[in-house]
Nanobody
Framework: QVQLVESGGGSVQAGGSLRLSCAAS????????MGWFRQAPGKEREFVAD????????NYADSVKGRFTASRDNAKNTVFLQMNSLQPDDTAVYYC??????????WGQGTQVTVSS
């Protein structure tokens, strides 16, 4: 079955960096766009970034443009989210998801990112 497992979350101070990973299994990874989402306490889940089949194309939420970079390694069935210049507002649980147009049909369990000021 489809499985997505995130890792790499943690606690950092403002201005720091983290790299999230999401390992996929149970399907042909290279055939799907992949997305990153986040959910902060008391807020709805929001889109962060996505990356195309081969990694050529990416999209970002305005709030993370220029700071976050989504990428993937199809040989390792893994998608990444490099997060730089982290701010307290980036504190959230981060999820990866498989895109099956027009929505996302598989989700990981999430990884916590906490940014302190």
């Amino acid at each position: 079955q489809v499985q997505l497992v995130e890792s790499g979350g943690g606690s950092v101070q403002a201005g720091g960096s983290l790299r999230l990973s999401c390992a996929a299994s149970g399907y042909t990874f290279r055939n799907y766009w992949m997305g990153w989402f986040r959910q902060a306490p008391g807020k709805e889940r929001e889109f962060v970034a996505d990356v195309s089949y081969g990694g050529t194309f990416t999209n970002y939420a305005d709030s993370v443009k220029g700071r976050f970079t989504a990428s993937r390694d199809n040989a390792k069935n893994t998608v990444f989210l490099q997060m730089n210049s982290l701010q307290p507002d980036d504190t959230a649980v981060y999820y990866c998801a498989r895109n099956r147009w027009p929505s996302y049909d598989a989700w990981g369990q999430g990884t916590q990112v906490t940014v302190s000021s």
